[in-house]
């Protein structure tokens, strides 16, 4: 099955700066990347995804890339906000229109300093 | 994107009982899947549930021990079986929307003493 390593696990940035979160994902066949926000004790929130027919797609300051060759996606995280402060998981699935599930990265939490 | 009313929100139950979880989106949607997250961590995929057919369970995971039912396109139950300690997590239930967006339910939060 799919297995999706995320890093780092913890990432602190300064207020304004970028932040970048990495995935790497193991099954070729893996076609749907999404990225959720989760603040603690809340549901996960899509914040953007990419299908493995482009390349890069990019959401005012949120941007995410995807490698296939090299089965890697990254999220990107510009001007940076306190509000950006939450755990950020990364996904891959292998269907995408909803047939199969998600598998999950392990999350990155991402500290946002004032 | 779906809208996915989730209940309880919450539980404290006793070891050896059991809890079921109910998931109601506002449109009718082929599959429905189940994570748990546990404390800290990831959210793991249960199974998926297929209205008219037996739920798909993934690697870790049996039907005694999490039974699902799928009785029509807009509703699921997902029920943890005998329940220990180790149960303790967050539930949610999960559907895919149109342009491959999946929504979450806002979870269910057990705890089992």
């Known amino acids: 099955g799919e297995n999706v390593e995320q890093h780092p696990s913890t990432l602190s940035v300064q207020e304004g700066d970028s932040a970048v979160i990495k995935c790497t994902y193991s099954?070729?066949?893996?076609?749907?990347f999404p990225w959720y926000k989760q603040e603690l004790g809340k549901r996960p929130q899509l914040i953007i995804d990419i299908r493995s027919n482009v390349g890069e797609k990019k959401d005012q300051r949120i941007a995410v890339t995807l490698n296939k060759t090299a089965k890697h996606f990254s999220l990107h995280i510009t001007e940076t906000q306190p509000e950006d402060s939450a755990v950020y998981f990364c996904a891959a699935s292998s269907s995408g229109g909803g047939a199969d599930g998600l598998t999950f990265g392990k999350g990155t939490h991402l500290i946002i300093q004032p | 994107s779906a809208v996915i009313s989730q209940k309880p929100s919450r539980d404290i139950c006793q070891r050896g009982t059991s809890l079921t979880i109910q998931c109601q989106v506002d449109?009718?949607?082929?599959?429905m899947f189940w994570y748990r997250q546990q404390p800290g961590q990831s959210l793991t995929l249960i199974a998926t549930?297929?209205?008219?057919?037996?739920?798909?369970?993934e690697s870790g995971f049996v039907i005694d021990k999490f039974p699902i039912s799928r009785p029509n396109l807009t509703f699921s139950t997902l029920t943890v079986s005998n329940m220990s300690p180790e149960d303790s997590s967050i539930y949610l239930c999960?559907?895919?929307?149109?342009?491959?967006?999946?929504?979450f339910g806002s979870g269910t939060r057990l705890t089992v003493v």
């Open positions: 449109s009718q949607v082929t599959m």
């Open positions: 999960s559907v895919a929307g149109d342009n491959y967006g999946y929504t």
């Open positions: 549930a297929n209205q008219g057919s037996e739920a798909t369970y």
């Open positions: 099954d070729s066949a893996s076609n749907y």
